[in-house]
């Protein structure tokens, strides 16, 4: 848009030689019916009233053969083709089979935008596009182009004096036009207008910037909040698809762990049963190991206590037997129970002299009782000294003395 299509279109109108007669159709909206009628009116040629297709073809055609008899030539220029239907595009080709055994009645060039490229290149009219012997496409100006098209421009308005534009000015206008004629006239207007308003001779960079701002298309017209929405509809998007694979990964680990229990389950009970079986028979072999000792020890630990009851009785007995009759001794005990009989003298063997301790048995009221005795003393002072040593658990039991 804008980059001179127009402009080129008349400018070819104006050079051509004179045997060429040219048809102009700036209208591109027109129905398949009505281009024949068009380009009759555009060639002056009369047609009767309610003039059929063919009746305009007819007409059309005995004009071509009589400008192709004088040498001339008929050029139609198709203004903004992109926007003309397929099918008047269609009847237009019809018209190149209007020819000679050796030369085309008529000729047709088409202008249009980039959009006529597609047109073109569907299948229905592809026998147009075939027809085609040459097609150009208008490129943007680049900034030298610019510069001598301004000055081309001015000398054609009649100035003749030194550039009115500054290098670096036709940078910035080159630019903000992007090459495109249309723009280049509009914002060089308004830069020579804003260099007059500053009562300057040259246009600067600053009168062009001021009419890039006077401009829509040369302001920055980028919406942001668009941008920014739709780059935050993405990443909202994005992130949900991330989260649903991540669900679905983890939904698809469960089922594959829950699919997997059973045996998983079976293989660890087998191993805790057989954990626990072998935890048992160790145990039970430890226990039973630990069972010998404490046996043994247990054992160990009668005979030596029978063994030293049997030591007392003996001593008692002898020292009833060789002693004298005066001897006081200490009665520090009694016990019926000759299960702990055994274990009272042991207690006791820890709090006094083993040595001097003594054990016998009588029979009283036909109780059988076991005696502890303590010391063995000639004289009764000596005997209470003892009586008053002796540990403060075996004085609980009321020793007295006795002989």
Partial sequence: VGSGKTMLCRMLQTILPEKIESIYLANPSVAPEDVLHAIAFELQLKLPKNADRLKVMHVLQTHLLNRHAEGRQVVIFVEEAQGMPLATL????????????????????????????????????????????HSFHLEPLGTKDVGEYLILRLRAAGYHGPHLFSDTAIKKLSSAAKGLARRVNILADKSLLAAFAD?????????????????????????????????????????????????????????????????????????????????????????????????????????????????????????LSSGSPETITLQIMSSIDDAKLKYELAQLSQQLEIDNIYLYRKKQNGVNLAIFLYGAYAQRGEALAALQSLPSPIKNNRPYLRT
């Fill in 90 to 133: 269609e009847e237009i080709r019809l018209l190149s089979n209007l020819e000679t055994k050796q030369d085309k009645l008529l000729q047709i060039v088409l202008f249009g935008q980039p959009e006529l490229d597609a047109n073109l290149s569907e299948t229905h009219i592809r026998q147009l596009r075939e027809r085609i012997t």
């Fill in 199 to 319: 009562n300057v001779y040259q246009v600067t960079p600053k009168h062009v910037q001021a009419a890039i701002q006077d401009s829509e298309f040369g302001r920055d017209t980028t919406n942001y909040k668009q941008y920014f929405a739709w780059a935050l509809l993405l990443i909202v998007c994005l992130a949900t698809f991330l989260v649903f694979m991540w669900w679905q990964n983890a939904h698809q680990s469960n089922s594959e762990v829950k699919a997997a229990v059973n045996p998983v389950e079976r293989a660890e009970v087998s191993a805790v049963n057989a954990a626990s079986a072998t935890s048992v028979l160790t145990a039970s072999n430890a226990v039973v190991a630990a069972q010998n000792p404490i046996k043994q020890t247990m054992g160990d630990s009668v005979d030596v206590q029978q063994q030293l009851m049997d030591k007392r009785l003996v001593a008692t007995n002898h020292l």
